[in-house]
């Protein structure tokens, strides 16, 4: 048996259409940085292991020779009634843990972010007659003569 015309021709616009949404991935892979995307967060995750490495290890052991107990202020609650209360200490632990993460991606991030030098001068201004785009240096404007 031979293959129907109507078969080739449905595996062609198959073909084609298959081509097609590969060209649109390629397109949007490229145009819209997925790249960059998927390395930014592979990094981010390193970076996370890091700083949660920075701050169980160093930080929070420091933190915990400095307070009374060993971790017995995180189990700290305020009773409601009979049955139920608010854990106040858990919350406080949370937050404490919050905010020394936040200070040691930031001190990360300035290691790795240096600030860049400051822009350098423009090399032209407007001359206050005419408005014509002179060098800095200039002490004459060339489009109307005027002392600037």
């Known amino acids: 048996m031979q293959g129907s015309p109507i078969g080739v021709e449905s595996a062609k616009k198959a073909s084609q259409a298959a081509r097609s949404i590969a060209k649109e991935f390629r397109d949007f892979v490229v145009k819209q ?15 996370g292991k890091v700083v949660s490495g920075i701050v169980d290890n160093v930080i929070m ?10 971790n017995e202020w995180r189990s700290a609650r305020f009773p409601i009634g009979s049955s139920n209360f ?10 404490l843990d919050f905010f020394i993460v936040a200070f040691v991606v930031f001190l990360v991030l300035k290691a790795f972010i240096r600030t860049s030098a400051p822009p350098p001068a423009p090399a032209t201004k407007s001359c206050p007659m005419c408005l014509e785009t002179i060098p800095v240096a200039a002490r004459r404007c060339r489009a109307c003569a005027s002392d600037v």
């Open 61 to 70: 052991p420091v933190i915990g020779a400095l307070l009374p107990g060993q």
């Open 33 to 47: 940085n997925v790249v960059a995307l998927a390395a930014g967060v592979v990094i981010g995750g390193a970076v």
């Open 86 to 95: 608010i854990g106040y200490g858990d919350l406080l632990g949370r937050l």
